[in-house]
């Protein structure tokens, strides 16, 4: 695969920054779905990249492994296959977005949200990974990040079909379904009485567990240890000069 770091130097930014919804919106709506009494179904797209077309000519270098991998799938890349160095290496154009292609994400934003205002939704305001749409005079929502997704509406056969015509469009999903989820590495879980829940404590404890770090303690604040240690050799702050 090709480096990430040269991919960027290709691009401004602004070609290949992708939307997603703000942690601050995605609270919001799920505050409103709780009060609403809404059925919800959270959502991930298999292979979403994969459905956008590249906008650019993009070579991908297999080399090794990689290209015996891709040879035994279609024999027809072997009279493709070069030597250089005694390393295998075969060079494809690549035709759809592909994960680790610095456009992807974007290429994957704009196929989706186009398609959406298709379906009758409209943008919100505010944010642009919100789309809603009124349904027998009821509001569904959609919030998404990148490829997964949370649909909301108070009535559970349409969210069903929302999620159907969806997946006519983009192949398969996977979902859940209910008053318990996981999302963005979120476990939400909405009560009878209104309200909902959400914590990371499961994602911490594996971030914590694969950081290898040895934490024996607790702190009250998020300050390290030496926030107030001095430093003897530091310059005065006295006088204008520090500040021009």
Wanted: charged letters at 25%; glycine letters at 4%.
């Amino acid at each position: 695969m090709g480096d990430c770091s040269i991919q960027k130097d290709l691009y401004a930014t602004s070609q290949t920054e992708s939307p997603t919804v703000s942690t601050d919106a995605l609270l919001i709506s799920l505050f409103v779905d709780a009060h609403g009494h809404r059925d919800l179904a959270v959502a991930d797209v298999v292979a979403a990249y994969l459905k956008a077309d590249m906008n650019d000519y993009t070579l991908l270098k297999f080399r090794g492994e990689s290209v015996d991998i891709m040879c035994k799938m279609n024999p027809k890349y072997e009279e493709y296959v070069i030597t250089e160095s005694g390393q295998k290496l075969s060079y494809v154009q690549l035709l759809r977005a592909l994960y680790r292609c610095v456009v992807s994400a974007l290429l994957w934003y704009e196929l989706f949200s186009v398609y959406l205002k298709e379906m009758g939704f409209k943008i919100n305001t505010h944010d642009s990974c919100i789309q809603k749409k009124i349904i027998d005079h009821k509001q569904c929502t959609i919030a998404w990040y990148v490829y997964g997704m949370k649909i909301s509406q108070v009535n559970q056969d349409l969210v069903t079909r929302i999620i159907q015509d969806i997946e006519m469009k983009f192949g398969k999903i996977s979902v859940t379904l209910g008053h318990e989820h996981k999302f963005l590495r979120m476990d939400i879980n909405f009560k009878n009485d209104c309200t909902v829940t959400v914590q990371k404590k499961d994602y911490l404890q594996e971030s914590i567990f694969e950081s290898g770090l040895d934490i024996t303690h607790e702190s009250a604040t998020p300050a390290k240890g030496n926030l107030f240690d001095l430093d003897g050799e530091a310059p005065s702050l006295e006088g204008e000069e520090c500040f021009n």
